[in-house]
């Protein structure tokens, strides 16, 4: 198949629709209509031999033919983009649009109290920040970073260990007088603790106490099972039970008394945050701009780790 200035630009189309969720928007970005984005797609459709998109008049969606096709084609288009603004001098400029794809506990609790000072420090800049509960597939849903908890998955992503936080078992005041401190983990067989439910297995997560090499594992039961990360905040600091969180997102509530660590003395269950982008040989300026953002917004409670 002969490579022409044509395929190039339907390739470039599919990236803006697939990025912008819908024609309208591919249009409104690259300054075409949306029946020019339609023929362009229709045209690369009938270059290939595939479908790309089923669409509906409620939802526009990549086939597994277009899913595939894109996630080999983007880093390319990315590529020839990086290629074109150093040529013109802008390696370092941040602008265009940031598609960033992270949990509910990252965006409400660490990204979003520091927003402001990003967006007027970047104004060319606009940002798509989508909260959810799984990773997905960065590539193919068009997103140019994800910054998540957890062990990264086996995949070509680049992984970078921003920080690891210590998880704290807390309770409030109010609730340890009513029902006691428990002076131990074990103890924890007789409390009101908040469940948050894994959205891999759909279970409730294990409590657990590490110091040192000592791991324990403690059964634990609770009338409340959670997904959401302001819920389970919310709950802990009205008293309903003890919870499991992470540090980094609520040392003002133990800075201030609010929530009590039960156990400093099990300090070393720890959750690692990892930025996650699609494996180039130069992330984009807004990439990098991004990551430092959250390096700065976790700064007091970071412990940076090297590249994978």
């Given at each position: 198949?002969?490579?022409?200035?044509?395929?190039?630009?339907?390739?470039?189309?599919?990236?803006?629709?697939?990025?912008?969720?819908?024609?309208?928007?591919?249009?409104?970005?690259?300054?075409?209509?949306?029946?020019?984005?339609?023929?362009?797609?229709a045209r690369l459709e009938a270059r290939i031999g595939v479908r790309l998109f089923?669409?509906?008049?409620?939802?526009?969606?990549?086939?597994?033919?277009?899913?595939?096709?894109?996630?080999?084609?983007?880093?390319?288009?990315?590529?020839?983009?990086?290629?074109?603004?150093?040529?013109?001098?802008?390696?370092?400029?941040?602008?265009?649009?940031?598609?960033?794809?992270?949990?509910?506990?990252?965006?409400?609790?660490?990204?979003?109290?520091?927003?402001?000072?990003?967006?007027?420090?970047?104004?060319?800049?606009?940002?798509?920040?989508?909260?959810?509960?799984?990773?997905?597939?960065?590539?193919?849903?068009?997103?140019?970073?994800?910054?998540?908890?957890?062990?990264?998955?086996?995949?070509?992503?680049?992984?970078?260990?921003?920080?690891?936080?210590?998880?704290?078992?807390?309770?409030?005041?109010?609730?340890?007088?009513?029902?006691?401190?428990?002076?131990?983990?074990?103890?924890?067989?007789?409390?009101?603790?908040?469940?948050?439910?894994?959205?891999?297995?759909?279970?409730?997560?294990?409590?657990?106490?590490?110091?040192?090499?000592?791991?324990?594992?403690?059964?634990?039961?609770?009338?409340?099972?959670?997904?959401?990360?302001?819920?389970?905040?919310?709950?802990?600091?009205?008293?309903?039970?003890?919870?499991?969180?992470?540090?980094?997102?609520?040392?003002?509530?133990?800075?201030?008394?609010?929530?009590?660590?039960?156990?400093?003395?099990?300090?070393?269950?720890?959750?690692?945050?990892?930025?996650?982008?699609?494996?180039?040989?130069?992330?984009?300026?807004?990439?990098?701009?991004?990551?430092?953002?959250?390096?700065?917004?976790?700064?007091?409670?970071?412990?940076?780790?090297?590249?994978?």
């Open positions: 198949m002969a490579l022409d200035g044509r395929l190039l630009s339907n390739v470039g189309v599919l990236a803006a629709v697939v990025e912008g969720g819908s024609f309208a928007s591919a249009a409104n970005a690259l300054g075409l209509t949306p029946s020019g984005v339609s023929r362009a797609i089923d669409r509906t008049t409620r939802s526009l969606n990549l086939t597994d033919e277009g899913r595939l096709l894109y996630a080999n084609v983007n880093p390319l288009v990315l590529g020839i983009e990086d290629a074109v603004t150093i040529a013109a001098g802008a390696a370092g400029a941040v602008r265009g649009r940031l598609r960033v794809n992270t949990d509910a506990f990252t965006s409400r609790l660490l990204i979003a109290p520091h927003l402001p000072r990003f967006l007027d420090q970047y104004p060319e800049l606009s940002l798509d920040l989508v909260a959810r509960d799984q990773l997905g597939d960065l590539v193919a849903e068009g997103f140019d970073i994800a910054v998540r908890f957890g062990e990264p998955p086996s995949s070509s992503l680049v992984a970078r260990k921003l920080m690891d936080t210590r998880i704290v078992t807390v309770a409030t005041p109010a609730y340890l007088k009513r029902h006691g401190r428990p002076v131990k983990p074990a103890d924890l067989v007789g409390h009101a603790c908040l469940q948050v439910r894994n959205p891999v297995t759909g279970q409730p997560y294990a409590w657990e106490f590490q110091r040192g090499r000592k791991l324990i594992k403690v059964p634990t039961t609770g009338r409340l099972l959670l997904t959401d990360a302001g819920t389970i905040l919310a709950t802990a600091l009205a008293g309903v039970g003890v919870a499991q969180i992470k540090a980094v997102g609520i040392q003002q509530h133990l800075d201030s008394g609010e929530f009590v660590d039960l156990f400093p003395d099990w300090p070393d269950e720890r959750f690692p945050l990892y930025a996650l982008y699609p494996s180039r040989h130069l992330p984009a300026a807004k990439v990098r701009a991004f990551i430092d953002f959250v390096m700065a917004a976790i700064a007091p409670e970071a412990k940076p780790g090297p590249r994978r």
